[in-house]
């Protein structure tokens, strides 16, 4: 937590230094809270642009040699000690996307890997490699937490109050424009209910979130929940050609959830782009990035609009893995409709493979107690363990924990209706990046980034130095909706942080889309100034 007499310290130090005005420039033009997927998206957005020109001080080059003033461009400021977000936090056996490759790569630098789902330390280093391409890695300060926002529309300036880890000091700066890439949950705690006299277990109790080397060779292994983390876990835990290989797995699930296989490998570029195809490698990545989206925003479709279609055909498909294996396909037919919670992908039926193997099974119950050897289920029945893995889920936070305060005035986030799903209600200049439930993150992430950049340059050759989304106008009233901006999906972690996730507004542009085609119109295209930005100078 914010240790509140060190961070009034800092701050009257700041007002001592730089009384506010609106002439004194920020130590910063842009803040980038985080240092994932989409912190790196958009400071190579920004790298893009020319480095040259300002983006909010409209003074002379003359004059700011004269008054000695000068903003930096941007910095990124990470929590953890590298960058990565989710693919440096995770490193759980089998840690994977559950998107291809094509997609999920950024626009700017294509991924051109051949496997569909990229690894966890694949995706790492192609992050990193970007940023190292891109110059960012220099404008990443590591270990600083930023734990408080506030807006003053006196300096029409952001001041962050920011600990770093390294030293255990407080300090403070200024921005222009804060975009938060925070992702959308908890880096230091996950989902993690207490279960009935658990303190009994006298195996280790280890949550993915935590995973630290864990020792699973030759031991029998529980892993509660039936999300893509279990559907991860359990072919890479009984993989008889790793170091380690546990001697028996079982996944211990409340409820079931979709399933569909995928291919390990998409050759589709090579082909395309090979020695007789009359299309460049950027020309087959484009076409085939296509393909992929819309097959993407197909079968999503699909499952809204024919939910019984779908279901019929993810049945039949889980039917067919799992002749001959003895695994009933109940465990694999949910009560709810394809995508009202996410489909878990498996890449070459890698999970089925698992259950056919006999070192794998799939229980379908609810937990009564845990016992000196295991988990005492509800049916009667009990499981062995030696080591009890808790994927029971993720728990949410915005802005990485960090309190928002407009004039002094603390900003309820989960009060707040999301406008394009990248800006907040009456909050000036500040974009939050989410990216999409239904395909890869990175497609929204990309079209964000655009979109703050267009807005951006569109206030610098305005002139404008705030900017905010206001949910009301002369002739028009926003109504707030229940459904959050990750849109309607019912998953367990989104229902339990409703209250904290900003909501989707009855109208564009403040109903979130969940559509590739339609936000690449509205983020990439349609005109920055409408009815409902207002913007000052």
């Given at each position: 937590?914010?240790?509140?007499?060190?961070?009034?310290?800092?701050?009257?130090?700041?007002?001592?230094?730089?009384?506010?005005?609106?002439?004194?420039?920020?130590?910063?033009?842009?803040?980038?809270?985080?240092?994932?997927?989409?912190?790196?998206?958009?400071?190579?957005?920004?790298?893009?642009?020319?480095?040259?020109?300002?983006?909010?001080?409209?003074?002379?080059?003359?004059?700011?040699?004269?008054?000695?003033?000068?903003?930096?461009?941007?910095?990124?400021?990470?929590?953890?000690?590298?960058?990565?977000?989710?693919?440096?936090?995770?490193?759980?056996?089998?840690?994977?996307?559950?998107?291809?490759?094509?997609?999920?790569?950024?626009?700017?630098?294509?991924?051109?890997?051949?496997?569909?789902?990229?690894?966890?330390?694949?995706?790492?280093?192609?992050?990193?490699?970007?940023?190292?391409?891109?110059?960012?890695?220099?404008?990443?300060?590591?270990?600083?937490?930023?734990?408080?926002?506030?807006?003053?529309?006196?300096?029409?300036?952001?001041?962050?109050?920011?600990?770093?880890?390294?030293?255990?000091?407080?300090?403070?700066?200024?921005?222009?424009?804060?975009?938060?890439?925070?992702?959308?949950?908890?880096y230091e705690t996950g989902y993690r209910p207490h279960f009935k006299n658990e303190e009994n277990f006298k195996g280790e109790i280890v949550h993915p979130q935590h995973w630290q080397n864990t020792q699973y060779d030759d031991k029998k292994v529980v892993v509660i929940g039936s999300g893509a983390t279990a559907m991860t876990l359990i072919p890479a835990l009984v993989d008889e050609s790793s170091k380690q290989c546990a001697r028996h797995v079982t996944m211990l699930q409340r409820s079931p959830t979709y399933v569909a296989s995928v291919p390990g490998d998409d050759h589709a570029l090579d082909?395309?782009?090979?020695?007789?195809?009359?299309?460049?490698?950027?020309?087959?990545?484009?076409?085939?990035?296509?393909?992929?989206?819309?097959?993407?925003?197909?079968?999503?479709?699909?499952?809204?609009?024919?939910?019984?279609?779908?279901?019929?055909?993810?049945?039949?498909?889980?039917?067919?893995?799992?002749?001959?294996?003895?695994?009933?396909?109940?465990?694999?037919?949910?009560?709810?409709?394809?995508?009202?919670?996410?489909?878990?992908?498996?890449?070459?039926?890698?999970?089925?493979?698992?259950?056919?193997?006999?070192?794998?099974?799939?229980?379908?119950?609810?937990?009564?107690?845990?016992?000196?050897?295991?988990?005492?289920?509800?049916?009667?029945?009990?499981?062995?363990?030696?080591?009890?893995?808790?994927?029971?889920?993720?728990?949410?936070?915005?802005?990485?924990?960090?309190?928002?305060?407009?004039?002094?005035?603390?900003?309820?986030?989960?009060?707040?209706?999301?406008?394009?799903?990248?800006?907040?209600?009456?909050?000036?200049?500040?974009?939050?990046?989410?990216?999409?439930?239904?395909?890869?993150?990175?497609?929204?992430?990309?079209?964000?980034?655009?979109?703050?950049?267009?807005?951006?340059?569109?206030?610098?050759?305005?002139?404008?130095?705030?900017?905010?989304?206001?949910?009301?106008?002369?002739?028009?009233?926003?109504?707030?909706?229940?459904?959050?901006?990750?849109?309607?999906?019912?998953?367990?972690?989104?229902?339990?942080?409703?209250?904290?996730?900003?909501?989707?507004?009855?109208?564009?542009?403040?109903?979130?889309?969940?559509?590739?085609?339609?936000?690449?119109?509205?983020?990439?295209?349609?005109?920055?100034?409408?009815?409902?930005?207002?913007?000052?100078?």
């Open positions: 937590m914010l240790n509140m007499t060190t961070a009034k310290q800092a701050f009257k130090k700041r007002l001592k230094a730089k009384p506010y005005s609106s002439d004194v420039p920020a130590d910063y033009e842009v803040l980038i809270i985080g240092a994932g997927i989409a912190g790196i998206s958009m400071a190579c957005h920004l790298q893009q642009q020319s480095s040259q020109k300002s983006l909010f001080d409209s003074k002379s080059i003359k004059q700011k040699k004269r008054l000695k003033l000068n903003s930096q461009r941007f910095l990124i400021v990470e929590k953890r000690e590298d960058l990565g977000g989710t693919w440096d936090l995770f490193t759980y056996p089998g840690i994977r996307s559950d998107s291809d490759a094509l997609t999920f790569g950024y626009s700017f630098r294509p991924w051109l890997d051949h496997k569909m789902l990229a690894k966890g330390a694949d995706i790492k280093s192609y992050i990193a490699d970007t940023a190292r391409e891109f110059k960012v890695v220099e404008h990443i300060r590591y270990q600083h937490e930023v734990q408080q926002l506030s807006w003053s529309s006196d300096s029409q300036q952001w001041t962050a109050m920011i600990k770093n880890h390294a030293t255990g000091e407080v300090l403070s700066l200024t921005a222009n424009f804060v975009v938060g890439a925070t992702g959308y949950y908890d082909l395309l782009s090979g020695k007789f195809s009359p299309l460049s490698k950027s020309q087959a990545y484009t076409l085939l990035r296509t393909r992929n989206v819309m097959f993407q925003q197909g079968v999503y479709r699909v499952a809204i609009y024919a939910p019984k279609v779908m279901k019929a055909l993810l049945n039949h498909k889980v039917r067919k893995e799992l002749k001959g294996s003895g695994v009933d396909v109940a465990h694999f037919k949910p009560a709810y409709n394809p995508w009202e919670e996410r489909l878990c992908a498996v890449p070459d039926s890698d999970l089925f493979q698992a259950l056919h193997s006999k070192r794998a099974e799939v229980v379908t119950d609810s937990i009564s107690q845990f016992t000196s050897t295991g988990i005492a289920l509800a049916s009667g029945k009990h499981l062995d363990a030696d080591i009890i893995i808790t994927a029971t889920g993720l728990k949410l936070q915005m802005l990485g924990g960090a309190a928002l305060y407009v004039d002094g005035e603390p900003i309820d986030v989960g009060a707040r209706m999301t406008y394009k799903a990248v800006m907040l209600e009456n909050v000036p200049n500040m974009a939050i990046m989410f990216g999409y439930t239904n395909a890869s993150w990175t497609l929204k992430i990309d079209l964000a980034c655009h979109y703050v950049l267009r807005l951006l340059s569109y206030m610098n050759k305005e002139g404008y130095k705030t900017v905010c989304a206001q949910a009301e106008t002369e002739h028009e009233q926003v109504k707030m909706q229940a459904d959050t901006v990750l849109g309607a999906l019912s998953a367990g972690y989104v229902s339990r942080a409703k209250d904290e996730l900003p909501k989707q507004g009855d109208r564009y542009p403040w109903r979130v889309n969940n559509n590739y085609v339609t936000d690449r119109i509205m983020l990439k295209y349609r005109k920055i100034k409408d009815e409902w930005l207002q913007f000052s100078r």
